[in-house]
């Protein structure tokens, strides 16, 4: 039989306190950082056209790593998505469009997939990352629609459900710095910052 450990000081909620069984607690983890990496990888594939999306002709199948499509090179990294890809029956198309390639929009997006790809990563901040990821995953969800394969849900929205169970669970905590995080001045201050 397992005895279960609570964490000793009340103050401080922890994620053993809400997952109890080890495995969940590393399962959740492994998914958690599968996220993180995911933005990452988006974040540098916009930032420096490794070839993937970003840096490849899409006529010629051409790759151009470090050319013209890289952020650093005075690329666009929303520009691309929100003005083709975004279906024409979608009714908020031209919303998407009138933004597509602002300087603010750019700066917004790429921010935020760095902020959630390092959360999620190193396990810090993942309340925010959850709020922050939920809303990345729910706007490309509506720019999206209507979907193709399922008039409801498609990887956006059920991301979206994704970083916002890792923000209830506290899935920074293993494989990651979550504790010590938690454990620090300003997040018993501020505790949404957990």
């Known amino acids: 039989m397992t005895a279960l450990q609570h964490n000793t000081s009340p103050d401080v909620l922890v994620e053993q306190d809400v997952i109890t069984h080890r495995n969940a607690r590393r399962g959740l983890a492994a998914l958690r950082i599968g ?29 151009d790593r470090f050319g013209p499509d890289a952020w650093i090179n005075e690329g666009n990294p929303t520009f691309g998505f929100l003005t083709f890809g975004v279906p024409e029956d979608n009714p908020f198309r031209e919303t998407f469009n009138s933004i597509a390639g602002d300087a603010w929009t750019n700066w917004l997006f790429m921010a935020g997939l760095l902020g959630i790809g390092l959360a999620l990563t190193f396990g810090v901040g993942i309340r925010i990352a959850g709020i922050a990821g939920a809303a990345m995953y729910l706007l490309m969800w509506v720019a999206s629609l ?20 890792f923000a209830l669970t506290l899935a920074g905590d293993t494989w990651g710095f979550g504790k010590l995080w938690a454990k620090t001045n300003l997040v018993r201050r501020f505790p949404v910052l957990r």
């Open 35 to 63: 996220f993180g990496l995911t933005f990452l990888w988006a974040f540098f594939d916009k930032l420096l056209a490794l070839g993937y999306a970003t840096g490849k002709n899409p006529e010629t199948g051409v790759v």
């Open 146 to 165: 209507p979907l193709e394969n399922n008039p409801v849900i498609d990887d956006h929205l059920l991301g979206a459900v994704a970083v916002i169970v």
